[in-house]
């Protein structure tokens, strides 16, 4: 049964593992944009982003700090 929720963030620290889910691919990339610079504090941090599809979660895409451009200081 397909999740109501077909895109996941999976945000991974030394610490700590958290999910997130989405409605879809632009609301899940708005999360990373937003949310994760602070998270990103720890260098060993990432975000695994996955899409629901044909019954499985496939990964999509690994997000680092180096992904997330930096505002200007």
């Known amino acids: 049964m397909k999740p109501r929720k077909p895109w996941r963030v999976i945000v991974s620290t030394l610490e700590t593992q958290a999910t997130y889910s989405f409605t879809s691919e632009a609301k899940t990339y708005a999360f990373i944009r937003t949310n ?20 499985l979660w ?16």
């Open 36 to 55: 994760l610079p602070a998270i990103f504090d720890s260098p060993a941090c990432t975000a695994k982003v996955e899409q629901w599809e044909n019954g």
């Open 58 to 73: 496939r990964w999509f895409e690994t997000v680092t700090a180096d992904d997330i451009p930096q505002e200007p200081s």
